[in-house]
């Protein structure tokens, strides 16, 4: 998935055509059958304003060789977490 993503970063492309991979799972919430049975999981996308303030990284991709930042992100992520709140009794 990387470098599919290297590869089309700062290009125009076409969702999905153009993209080798088109899933991938980053986030996981791994809950135990015992939690799950007495408190359900509903994930929630967090999208507060402290999640969705500051300015995301911008990076050049050269043809070969490492990624170069051209300017650091102050974002505290480069997407929403979720989360899930466990309720015990």
Known sequence: AKADNDRLRGKDYEFPRDVKVRESFFDNLLVSPQIFRVSPPTATVYAGADALRGRGGRVNVPESGPVEYVEKGDRASDHLPVY??????
């Open 84 to 89: 899930y709140d466990v309720r015990l009794p």
